[in-house]
Structure formats: C-alpha cells, structure tokens
C-alpha cells in the first residue's frame, strides 16, 4: 500500500508518500498560509520526485486540524476532490496527534501546544508507554492559565511543543513550576511533517479507520460554530 498525505494545518505546506514498507519521501515548505495555489504542483512535484502516477497512490491521508481555519478548507478540499477522482479512501489524522509524533521517545509528558489565537491555546498530552505513543487527554481549546494549571498537575515533567511556545513561554518564565521540570522544544520541531500524517493515516488505514463518507469530511476547528472572524 502507498499513501499520499498532505498538511496545510499551518504556515508549512506538507506533503509525503509512504509505502508499508516505511519508504517514503517528503516536501516540506513554510509558504506563510500560501497553500491554495502551492498545494497541487506540489504533490505533482513529489510524485514526480517518488517516480510515481496518482494511479500508484492507494489511499489519501490528511491532517484535518486544528489549525488553520483557511489552510484546513484547502487541504482537506484538495483530498475530497483526488478521493472522488480516483475512488481512493481516506484517513483523517488529527493535527495534534502529528505534532506529537515530532518528540522522540520520553518519560516527560508530551504537550502539544497550538495558537489558535484570541488569547487561547489548542492543546493536547501524550504519553510513551510500553515505546508507543499514547494521547491521554481529550483535545482542547484552552487559555494559557487553563494549560498552565494542567501542567502544574501532571504526575511527570513536560516537554512541550508547537508553536504555542511564543505564547506561553513568557507565561512559564514569570511564573515557574515548583517541583516540574519544563522544557520547550526548538522551533524546527513546532510544526506538523506530512510524513508524520502518512505514518498515522497508515496505522488508520490498517485497522480500518477510514472516512465513510467523503462529502462528509470538514476540518476540527475546536472554536464554537459561532465564532466571528472579523475581516
């Protein structure tokens, strides 16, 4: 089985294929949310990188947030159309669960941390047990004093990633943890890979948690229904 897998959840545009075998290749490119018109000669270019057709590709991963209200739309918009085009399946991979998949192997709790801006966090644990990793809270949506509660509970130390940092970090300094240690990963490891959403989506795939139905598929945004975005 060979998977196609893209990201436009934030400021870098991903795209990946892997095979069962763990083979794959990856473009990874921070376009600044420019993805409606990077995303597709993208892929183009890494098929064309893999020595593949889209016909070679047997089923689509994408990473359905949250995160980019915008960069969401595109991506999972994008993998709807090739879904129906090559009747293919698709596996819808949480955002924070690809961002987690970035920290090695730890016995810190892992804390994805996500702006999602108006003073609030997207947020999420994990923990390695038994060398696999584990979500262990529900997604959230969270201000920074919520997280910062959240932490100061945990049974263990935290690493933290994602790009939340610029939000929270100051937050850490002022206040500190007692009896915790925190460390914050560096900028390279805040963002999703594409490869990280095709090593998920294929786990997804295996044990047949795929998309039912297609015209169904609609990005996490975590935010109320309501909320008002001002132009």
Request: with cysteine; charged share 25%; aromatic share 6%.
């Amino acid at each position: 089985m060979k998977v196609l897998a893209i990201d436009t959840s934030s400021p870098v545009l991903g795209a990946a294929i892997l095979d069962e075998n763990g083979s794959g290749a990856e473009f990874n490119f921070n376009l600044g949310l420019r993805h409606a018109s990077h995303l597709i000669p993208t892929i183009k270019n890494l098929l064309k990188f893999a020595s593949l057709d889209l016909k070679d590709i047997d089923a689509f991963c994408v990473s359905i947030g949250p995160g980019s209200f915008t960069g969401l739309r595109i991506g999972v918009s994008a993998v709807k159309a090739l879904a129906v085009a090559t009747d293919r399946r698709v596996a819808a991979v949480p955002t924070l669960d690809v961002l987690a998949r970035n920290m090695p192997h730890t016995k810190d709790t892992i804390c994805v941390v996500v702006d999602a801006k108006k003073e609030k966090l997207y947020s999420c644990f994990y923990e390695y047990k038994n060398a696999a990793l584990k979500r262990v809270s529900p997604y959230l949506l969270i201000s920074c004093e919520e997280l910062l509660n959240r932490i100061e509970k945990l049974k263990n130390d935290a690493l933290l990633t994602g790009d939340g940092i610029r939000v929270i970090g100051s937050r850490f300094k002022v206040q500190g943890m007692k009896d915790k240690k925190i460390e914050f990963v560096e900028m390279e490891f805040w963002y999703p890979r594409a490869i990280n959403v095709a090593r998920i989506g294929m786990e997804m795939l295996k044990k047949g948690k795929t998309v039912r139905d297609i015209d169904a598929l609609v990005p996490v945004y975590l935010h109320p229904r309501d909320v008002q975005c001002r132009r």
